[in-house]
């Protein structure tokens, strides 16, 4: 996978989570630019390549899912991670893979990101570049 395909946007608002987060996904290979909310966020240009959004829902009192609803739109074909605290309750998960996000992870460990990012990026990688099938003799 090419280095730019590596990029993550990161939208969290608690620093010291924001920053061990950073750390870990750098150590993995990836490139993230990590910003604290939606107005940060949203500053971001369109043109970036990213592989990835990792979005927290509380952003310190903006609304992570109306931030989502924009990223979405501007970013159609970049996968969304919500990443949170909150306890994921099916309904509300439910809906918020209707509103766009890909997967959701209650905050854990460093070693679980990593996996659920390597394995939302894999998967996105995997249907943007399908296996060729085999020439025929």
């Known amino acids: 996978m090419r280095a730019e395909n590596k990029q993550i946007l990161l939208i969290e608002d608690n620093l010291d989570w924001r920053q061990v987060a ?13 910003v604290s909310g939606a107005a940060e966020a949203l500053l971001q240009g369109d043109e970036l390549q990213l592989a990835l959004l990792i979005l927290d829902l ?19 074909t970049v996968p969304i991670l919500i990443c949170t605290g909150m306890d994921p309750v099916e309904p509300a998960v439910q809906r918020m893979r209707a509103m766009g996000a890909d997967d959701f992870l209650r905050k854990g460990t460093m070693s679980e990101l990593i996996n659920a990012v390597n394995l939302a990026v894999s998967r996105t990688h995997r249907e943007a570049h399908p296996a060729s099938s085999p020439p025929h003799s």
């Open 22 to 34: 950073t750390s870990a996904l750098e150590a993995a290979g990836y490139k993230v630019i990590a």
């Open 58 to 76: 509380d952003l310190g009192g903006e609304n992570g899912l109306m931030l989502m609803k924009h990223l979405k739109r501007h970013h159609p």
